[in-house]
């Protein structure tokens, strides 16, 4: 699925946060959203996924707006979109978690047991709390219970920020999988976006809410660029 952002202002009521900022995900591909703390990068995310309001422009999905759908409506158009923070039930099991994610599905057991089989780490922790997670396993946890309704446009915020490598590496290839077999990818990304960049295609930087420039992504991991451009937006 291919996503289309066109001249979006959004933001917290009164307050205008996204100053007409476009913004392309090509299907299959894995785009990459990069800027300073305070761009607007989870505000655009909360935006596309339909937790705040569109106040101008328009949001398409394959063509078709989604730019008044509300955050259940654009969840059926198959978008999935873990949050930077409270992206889990902390006061649930994980197996509590992943059940909630793939109730309304048939086969949700089978659901679930392909996730185990992918991440037996969840399996170790089935019958723990998600308040009692280490932070890696509780980002594994947000991304599981998203992907268990296999959504066609995955919309990650930071999902790896203060991970241990061991755990960015095994939600970098997860994502890598999932792109090869077809899924759209919005990935926001954080401090040290080396390894996402590497398997992304092409990054947005934004600043201030508006757009600052698009490029391949491979172009930031000449020596300094990223830290050139980053500078730059300050
Ligand atoms: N609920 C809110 N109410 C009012 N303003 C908000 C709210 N959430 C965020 N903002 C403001 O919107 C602006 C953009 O925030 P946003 O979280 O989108 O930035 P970001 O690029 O994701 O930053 P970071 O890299 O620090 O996560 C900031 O100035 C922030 O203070």
Same mark, same amino acid.
């Given at each position: ?6 001249? #979006? ?10 100053? !007409? ?18 761009? !607007?990068?989870?505000?655009? $995310? ?10 101008? !422009? *328009? ?18 158009? !198959?978008?999935?979109?873990?949050? %930077?923070? %409270? ?12 059940? &909630?994610?793939?109730?309304?599905? @048939? ?21 723990? =709390?998600?308040?009692? =997670? @280490? ?6 946890? &947000?991304? &599981?219970? &998203? ?5 066609? #446009? ?14 960015? *590496? ?20 954080? %401090? ?12 947005? $930087? ?8 698009? =490029? ?12 050139? $451009?980053?500078? %730059?937006?300050?």
């Amino acid at each position: 699925m291919k996503l289309d952002v066109s001249g #979006l202002h959004s933001g917290y009521g009164k307050v205008t946060i996204l100053h !007409g900022l476009n913004f392309v995900a090509e299907a299959g591909e894995i785009t990459c959203v990069l800027g300073p703390n305070g761009a !607007g990068k989870s505000t655009l $995310m909360k935006t596309i996924a339909g937790h705040l309001p569109v106040d101008r !422009g *328009d949001i398409a999905l394959d063509g078709v707006s989604i730019a008044k759908l509300n955050a259940l409506q654009t969840t059926r158009t !198959g978008i999935a979109y873990v949050p %930077q923070e %409270q992206n889990t039930f902390v006061e649930m099991t994980v197996r509590d978690n992943l059940l &909630a994610s793939a109730l309304s599905f @048939s086969d949700t057991g089978a659901r679930i047991d392909n996730t185990y089989e992918r991440f037996p780490i969840l399996k170790e922790r089935s019958n723990q =709390l998600a308040s009692t =997670l @280490s932070g890696g396993e509780r980002q594994t946890l &947000a991304v &599981a219970n &998203a992907l268990i309704g296999a959504p066609k #446009l995955l919309i990650l915020d930071e999902p790896t920020a203060g991970l241990a490598p061991i755990f960015v *590496d095994r939600i970098v290839d997860w994502i890598c999988e999932l792109a090869e077999s077809g899924i759209t990818v919005i990935w926001v990304v954080e %401090q040290n976006p080396e390894k996402i960049l590497k398997i992304s295609r092409t990054t947005w $930087m934004i600043d201030a809410g508006r757009n600052r420039e698009t =490029l391949p992504s491979a172009d930031l991991l000449q020596p300094g660029r990223l830290e050139e $451009m980053l500078l %730059q937006s300050h």
